[in-house]
């Protein structure tokens, strides 16, 4: 069930946009400003709004660690923003000088792609501030852009009806006739999804248009084969032009926004509608999800963004990265400790331990003293509710570490191998996790470091048997 909790109304005009970080979310509009929230209490961050766009603000977008925003406007610049004191970092300049439409960091942070009206798309390189890459579709404006959650291509759709892919280097991989009236948004989803048949490994699309329909699409991209876009279905609901569409950080739902004022939730895997919404009073311009938490956002002409929350129970809500991730806890990402937060009902701790760089390995390390005197947690209860819940995590990795033969366990995942494979360094590794590191242009052995001398892999069928009698034994 999804529940209206609260309603921002601080826009003087069309709300254009929304996108959230761990811990805020940031809304932008045709009145010139961006405005940046805190997800406790919804309230505006003191510095807020931003004010420095000289006409209409088409897109915000956070950097993936959430310490800086980005945002883009008719008056031809993409600005980039300190979230933690508002300060301008950068105005960067559309060489061109032309509207800028849409604006994207890459998963890494390294890029931050602007695209605009007349269809030029510039790599920004965002530890020089500078200009590193351009290119340009050959016909309409781009409207939509979207990375790959490995950051090897990026997306981008105009109003011609295009999906473009390029490569990091801004190089034209392949183009695709999507909408006949024209794209209004994509969005890639953060998980990938494999094809038992071949073992290849697909990155899920959505693409939106004029033409009143949402497509799902599947990309392949492989270094032997280059890229690969295949269309998979058409999602059904809308009576109108649909404007945004963006899916859920694990995957499971999309949503979309729409001229007929409704906003609908479709699951994923099968295409069924979850919800429609219908509280706006005007176009849905945008909608969004939160990474960590069961949030939505959908923002509208009507001048106000409307903040929903998912039932815990609900089929698609849940993403705990203790549950889902494959990833063992000391090679958690700083973004995995926050989804781990939030998912202990400790997400006012999202910002600090970001902003001190806490990855899976320093949390498993910290203590009562680095909590106290590195992190200046002063509340004695907090302190307390963190240790026990870290203490949790460590009983927990232990139990698992100790039940499963380290044989059996994949040296990427530390999960139980089910298709284990060897490869050329001798090693054997769970055959997807491989392939995704082969895939991630990595030529070297994830246990020695060492180039590998060939990317075949090998079945490993004797332990394939092996875990298969060990799984029956843990049965009886």
């Known amino acids: 069930m999804a529940t209206l909790i609260h309603t921002l109304a601080d826009h003087s005009d069309d709300v254009n946009y929304c996108a959230f970080s761990s811990s805020c979310l940031a809304t932008c509009s045709l009145d010139k400003t961006i405005r940046v929230y805190s997800l406790n209490d919804f309230t505006e961050l003191p510095y807020s709004p931003l004010r420095g766009h000289t006409y209409a603000v088409h897109c915000c977008c956070f950097s993936p660690s959430g310490h800086v925003l980005a945002s883009c406007s008719t008056d031809g610049t993409t600005m980039v923003w300190d979230t933690r004191d508002g300060q301008t970092l950068a105005v960067l300049e559309q060489p061109s000088g032309s509207p800028v439409r849409i604006c994207r960091f890459s998963?890494?942070?390294?890029?931050?792609?602007?695209?605009?009206?007349?269809?030029?798309?510039?790599?920004?390189?965002?530890?020089?501030?500078?200009?590193?890459?351009?290119?340009?579709?050959?016909?309409?404006?781009?409207?939509?852009?979207?990375?790959?959650?490995?950051?090897?291509?990026?997306?981008?759709?105009?109003?011609?009806?295009?999906?473009?892919?390029?490569?990091?280097?801004?190089?034209?991989?392949?183009?695709?006739?999507?909408?006949?009236?024209?794209?209004?948004?994509?969005?890639?989803?953060?998980?990938?999804?494999?094809?038992?048949?071949?073992?290849?490994?697909?990155?899920?699309?959505?693409?939106?248009?004029?033409?009143?329909?949402?497509?799902?699409?599947?990309?392949?991209?492989?270094?032997?084969l280059g890229v690969e876009l295949k269309y998979k279905c058409t999602l059904n609901g809308h009576s109108a032009?649909?404007?945004?569409?963006?899916?859920?950080?694990?995957?499971?739902?999309?949503?979309?926004?729409?001229?007929?004022?409704?906003?609908?939730?479709?699951?994923?895997?099968?295409?069924n509608t979850l919800h429609t919404?219908?509280?706006?009073?005007?176009?849905v311009t945008t909608c969004a999800f939160a990474p960590y938490s069961l949030l939505l956002a959908t923002?509208?002409?009507?001048?106000?963004?409307?903040?929903?929350?998912?039932?815990?129970k609900h089929p698609c809500a849940g993403n705990s990265v203790e549950n889902e991730s494959k990833?063992?806890?000391?090679?958690?990402?700083?973004?995995?400790?926050?989804?781990?937060?939030?998912?202990?009902?400790?997400?006012?701790?999202?910002?600090?331990?970001?902003?001190?760089?806490?990855?899976?390995?320093?949390?498993?390390?910290l203590t009562k003293e680095s909590l106290t005197n590195e992190l200046k947690i002063e509340s004695l209860g907090l302190r307390s509710k963190v240790l026990q819940k870290i203490e949790e995590l460590r009983r927990k990795m232990v139990s698992v570490s100790a039940a499963i033969p380290d044989e059996f366990l994949c040296p990427i995942t530390r999960e139980l191998m089910k298709d284990p494979v060897i490869a050329a360094d001798g090693y054997s590794y769970e055959k997807e996790a491989m392939e995704n590191w082969i895939s991630g242009k990595r030529r070297s052995s994830p246990m020695t470091n060492l180039p590998l001398h060939?990317?075949?892999?090998?079945?490993?069928?004797?332990?394939?048997?092996?875990?298969?009698?060990?799984?029956?034994?843990q049965q009886k």
Not at 182 to 203: A, K, L, M
Not at 242 to 266: E, N, R, T, W
Not at 277 to 283: G, P, V
Not at 346 to 363: C, Q, R, S, T
Request: charged share 20%; net charge negative; proline share 2%.
């Open 454 to 473: 060939s990317l075949m892999l090998t079945p490993n069928r004797t332990l394939k048997m092996a875990i298969s009698r060990w799984l029956e034994t």
């Open 299 to 312: 923002g509208s002409m009507d001048k106000t963004v409307n903040i929903w929350q998912f039932d815990r």
């Open 107 to 224: 998963p890494e942070s390294t890029y931050l792609v602007s695209g605009a009206a007349d269809g030029s798309v510039v790599l920004w390189n965002m530890q020089s501030l500078k200009l590193y890459r351009s290119g340009n579709v050959k016909d309409g404006s781009l409207v939509a852009c979207a990375f790959s959650p490995n950051g090897n291509f990026f997306v981008t759709g105009s109003s011609c009806g295009d999906l473009t892919i390029w490569d990091d280097k801004t190089r034209c991989l392949y183009n695709e006739k999507a909408h006949d009236l024209g794209v209004t948004c994509c969005d890639i989803s953060s998980q990938p999804i494999s094809d038992g048949e071949h073992g290849f490994r697909y990155f899920q699309m959505a693409s939106c248009g004029q033409d009143n329909q949402i497509k799902l699409w599947l990309i392949l991209f492989a270094d032997f």
């Open 277 to 283: 919404l219908s509280q706006h009073t005007r176009y």
């Open 241 to 271: 032009p649909v404007l945004a569409c963006a899916f859920s950080y694990d995957g499971q739902m999309l949503v979309s926004g729409s001229v007929d004022k409704c906003v609908i939730i479709y699951e994923t895997s099968t295409g």
């Open 327 to 365: 990833v063992a806890v000391e090679d958690w990402s700083e973004d995995d400790v926050s989804a781990w937060l939030c998912a202990q009902d400790l997400a006012d701790f999202v910002e600090l331990f970001k902003m001190n760089n806490i990855d899976g390995k320093e949390l498993l390390n």
